[in-house]
């Protein structure tokens, strides 16, 4: 997986109590680095704080899901 194959430049809104600490891509974990992307299908670990955990879910949701 290369980090710099990226369908859209993305930049993601995130809490400062909110730390992506793994992404999942084709079946590979990797510890994402700045200038990895992320891609439709990505499964992302995320550590989060509890009193953040409603805005975080909002920037990870597509189509209202």
């Given at each position: 997986w290369s980090s710099d194959v990226?369908?859209?430049d993305l930049k993601l809104d995130l809490p400062r109590q909110c730390l992506i600490a793994a992404v999942l891509h084709?079946?590979?974990?990797?510890?994402p680095g700045a200038d990895d992307r992320l891609h439709e299908g990505d499964t992302v670990?995320?550590?989060i704080?509890?009193?953040v955990l409603d805005?975080?879910?909002k920037v990870f949701r597509a189509n209202g899901r």
């Open positions: 990226c369908s859209s084709e079946d590979f974990a990797r510890v670990i995320i550590l704080e509890d009193s805005d975080t879910l």
